[in-house]
């Protein structure tokens, strides 16, 4: 029988098709029993029922997606998303889910000093930090691909997500969160790989394909494009990471508009064959 223990799949790949209760049944009723959580999705039905759901397909939960956005230099903006970030802790503990997947913010609304969007950010972490180790969640730092440093991430490589945990002298209340899709490109990826050992709490795959036609909404399954995700997947278990490997796949062109158990059924087949 194949071996789908590892296999986990984020909830983004089907989120126009599935609903949080269909997803649960949808990738339990294919054999797959981790996956990642988007938060919108979750308010739809709420995280008590949620979680009644999640228990009765023994469906582990991954990470949720997504806290952060904390670069407003606006006091109200930026205590917004600091409760939202404190209500994503809230709701990781109850889904007894590996980490919350923080997200930096872009550029606040009419500035151009990414310098201080850095370290407004860096201020926040330091606020919720304390609260996540109460809470025993791990906020998962994920560097994205500097294409949206301005309007989703100032925090755009693993050297620098690894400089930020130093910075905090942040235990494991803080991790980083590996994206083939926002690190292949990197020359210092193998090494800042390495220097995160220890750190790594999730690991995410798709593509990166050729001739892609946006910048945030048209990722490639594994296979389709040019990443070597196998290499990537190999160094970041070089470092003792033997977590899951979260497919998550944000496609307005292709996948979000397939048939969704065809979507799962080319995951799972990609999945064993050799590309990752
Ligand atoms: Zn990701």
Redesign the pocket.
Known sequence: MSDFSRLAI?Q?TTLHQWSLPQAIEGYARHGVHAM?VVRDKLHEVGVSEANRLLKAHDMKVT?L?VGGLLTDSDPDLFRANLDSTRRAIDEAAELDADCV?FVAGGLPEGSRDLAVARARCLEGLAEVLPYAKRAGVTLGL?P?HPMICAFRSCLSTLGQANDWIEALGAGPELGI?V?V??VWWDPDMEREIERAAGRIV?F?V?DWLMETTDLRLDRGMMGDGVIDIRRIRRLVEATGYDGFR?V?IFSERNWWRRDPDEVVEITKARYLSDVI
């Open positions: 984020n983004f990642g990470c997606c997947v994920e994205l969160v994206d899709y926002h999730s995410h798709c979260e998550e």
